[in-house]
Nanobody, 116 residues
Framework: QVHLVESGGGLVQPGGSLRLSCVAS????????MHWYRQAPGKQRDLVAFITSSGNTKYVDSVKGRFTISRDNAKNTVYLQMDTLKPEDTAVYYC??????????WGQGTQVTVSS
């Protein structure tokens, strides 16, 4: 069983930065692909970025150049560094672990609000 706990959300002004963290329990973190998703009010949950077990990354176009995903396998933690934040980045951000089996685990989410 895997449990994911996100942290680091909050209220930030446009142009500001936040760093989200997601800590995973269990022993499969290092062999799993980690994703960050977000869901704005009234909208579907969308992929933001992911990082494979080997460190390859991919981003949705709207965050390229502003967000950076990284992982620390020694700490079972994945990060999302978010810079130059915009009001349209406001959402609940969810961490997702895609196990080698294909099973997906989700965190509880952390709220990010970008507003002046």
């Amino acid at each position: 069983q895997v449990h994911l706990v996100e942290s680091g959300g909050g209220l930030v002004q446009p142009g500001g930065s936040l760093r989200l963290s997601c800590v995973a329990s269990g022993s499969i973190f290092s062999v799993s692909t980690m994703h960050w998703y977000r869901q704005a009010p009234g909208k579907q949950r969308d992929l933001v970025a992911f990082i494979t077990s080997s460190g390859n990354t991919k981003y949705v176009d709207s965050v390229k150049g502003r967000f950076t995903i990284s992982r620390d396998n020694a700490k079972n933690t994945v990060y999302l560094q978010m810079d130059t934040l915009k009001p349209e980045d406001t959402a609940v951000y969810y961490c997702n672990l895609e196990a080698p089996s294909g099973y997906n685990y989700w965190g509880q989410g952390t709220q990010v609000t970008v507003s002046s």
